[in-house]
T-cell receptor, first 113, second 108 residues
Framework: DAGVTQSPTHLIKTRGQQVTLRCSPKSGHDTVSWYQQALGQGPQFIFQYYEEEERQRGNFPDRFSGHQFPNYSSELNVNALLLGDSALYLC????????????FGSGTRLTVV | EDQVTQSPEALRLQEGESSSLNCSYTVSGLRGLFWYRQDPGKGPEFLFTLYSAGEEKEKERLKATLTKKESFLHITAPKPEDSATYLCAVLDNNDMRFGAGTRLTVKP
């Protein structure tokens, strides 16, 4: 049973460019959350998608946007990249509103130069 | 503002030397407290969920406890393979908020 799959694993972009990260949730999960983790820090909540709608959003600018598809997979888009956007981007999946532990993917390491 | 604070930031132990990690939190509507283990370059791996004060969970050498304001992760007789960053998170409504983690190193 595949867990959470993220692609790509590594990415290098130039300041000002746009990037799209992808996530396939664990089988049976319908909710996807995205997190940004800077080096040496805990993950910071970006937003959560459920039933193809953004259900909740953390303190991130509108340059960060997302989408959830009917098969529950999700994309994270970041526009006008800044050097400070360099981080590990984690996708986590869960089932509905159940307060159980999320299953995380291994992340996408984004470097902005 | 809701906060999750973990201490210490880093902990170095000798193999077999037991210790505890702390997670203190202030949230308006706690729906669960979670402990994760994160290895370098990997995503967090779920360990425990605690829902109410007084609850305890155990898994191998790890034991998590919860009070109204903090949680402890007790590590008994740790081994080098327990070396990792341990993250605490609280679920406040639909928003899981993480602490900065404790980086644990266990030396043989």
């Amino acid at each position: 049973d595949a867990g959470v799959t993220q692609s790509p694993t590594h990415l290098i972009k130039t300041r000002g460019q746009q990037v799209t990260l992808r996530c396939s949730p664990k089988s049976g999960h319908d909710t996807v959350s995205w997190y940004q983790q800077a080096l040496g820090q805990g993950p910071q909540f970006i937003f959560q998608y459920y039933e193809e709608e953004e259900r909740q959003r953390g303190n991130f600018p509108d340059r960060f946007s997302g989408h959830q598809f009917p098969n529950y997979s999700s994309e994270l888009n970041v526009n006008a990249l800044l050097l400070g956007d360099s981080a590990l981007y984690l996708c986590a999946s869960s089932f509905g509103t159940s307060p159980r532990g999320y299953t995380f993917g291994s992340g996408t390491r984004l470097t902005v130069v | 503002e809701d906060q999750v604070t973990q201490s210490p930031e880093a902990l170095r132990l000798q193999e077999g030397e037991s210790s505890s990690l702390n997670c203190s939190y202030t949230v308006s509507g706690l729906r669960g407290l979670f402990w994760y283990r994160q290895d370098p370059g990997k995503g967090p791996e779920f360990l425990f969920t605690l829902y109410s004060a007084g609850e305890e969970k155990e898994k191998e050498r790890l034991k998590a406890t919860l009070t109204k304001k903090e949680s402890f992760l007790h590590i008994t007789a740790p081994k080098p393979e327990d070396s990792a960053t341990y993250l605490c998170a609280v679920l406040d409504n639909n928003d899981m908020r993480f602490g900065a983690g404790t980086r644990l190193t266990v030396k043989p």
